[in-house]
């Protein structure tokens, strides 16, 4: 794909989970720690089995989640009441863990040296989304936060991209788009009139439209 030339950009949005917040390495901690806590309930499910199971159900984040562990303990012939623990335990975890994508922090901290107005556009329900953002410690950066469960729009509804740049106070071609979802996050924003920027990733294939691709955070500060 030819890229998108990313001239008299004012600001940058980011795409929270895959893009700032590494949420492939969240999971897999959170899983990991859930197989040690809930060992004796288990009976003997090696971690491995255990592991690779719930992030395959997962599916990078797109899985119903209230359908994860009811359909697992199923297959294990594990008991029911077992799944509304695990799942319990999996969002007490998974809000106090914030690993950070490559160069997320030294990334954002550049651009807002430069002047850009930063924001960020996520899926997801507020508290959750909010604890990572704290967790990672980049709302110091950020000129506004769009959560769909708080605006009540999902990406790639265009509304919600074109919500973010008018509080930025900026026009749809004056900003850009980060994310590593080919339809939620890049055909969502180029559909608002955004410039959009995907991050490589194995999980999603490349998007069907142009778009300026990089496969680090850090690659942005040559292209603004």
């Known amino acids: 794909m030819a890229s998108s030339p990313l ?6 949005l980011f ?20 197989h040690a806590a809930f060992s004796a309930e ?5 971690r491995e089995r255990f592991v690779g199971r719930v992030l395959e159900l997962d599916a ?3 899985g119903d989640k209230s359908a994860i562990y009811p359909r697992l303990v199923r297959e294990l012939g594990l008991s029911e009441p077992l799944a509304a623990a695990l799942e319990a335990h999996f969002w007490d975890t998974y809000a ?53 469960e708080r605006e009540q729009l999902r990406k790639p509804d265009p509304a919600i991209f074109r919500r973010a740049v008018e509080r930025l106070g900026v026009r749809a071609e004056q900003a850009c788009y980060v994310g590593d979802h080919p339809v939620k996050d ?8 955004l410039h959009a920027v995907w991050i490589r990733t194995p999980h999603f294939a490349p998007p069907a439209i142009d778009h300026t691709a990089v496969d680090d955070l850090g690659e942005l500060l040559a292209l603004l």
Not at 7 to 12: E, P
Not at 186 to 193: F, N, Q, T
């Open 42 to 46: 288990l009976a003997g499910v090696p």
């Open 186 to 193: 890049v055909l969502g924003a180029r559909d608002a009139g």
């Open 60 to 62: 990078h984040g797109y």
């Open 15 to 34: 795409d929270l989970d895959g893009t700032l917040f590494d949420r492939e390495a969240a999971v897999r901690d959170v899983v990991t720690r859930q």
């Open 7 to 12: 001239r008299d950009i004012k600001a940058v």
């Open 96 to 148: 106090r863990v914030a690993p950070a994508m490559p160069g997320a922090s030294s990334t954002l901290a550049a651009l807002r040296g430069r002047g850009q107005r930063l924001g960020v556009v996520t899926n997801g329900r507020v508290h959750v989304q909010e604890a990572k953002l704290r967790g990672l410690d980049v709302l110091r950066h950020l000129d506004v936060v769009l959560i769909s």
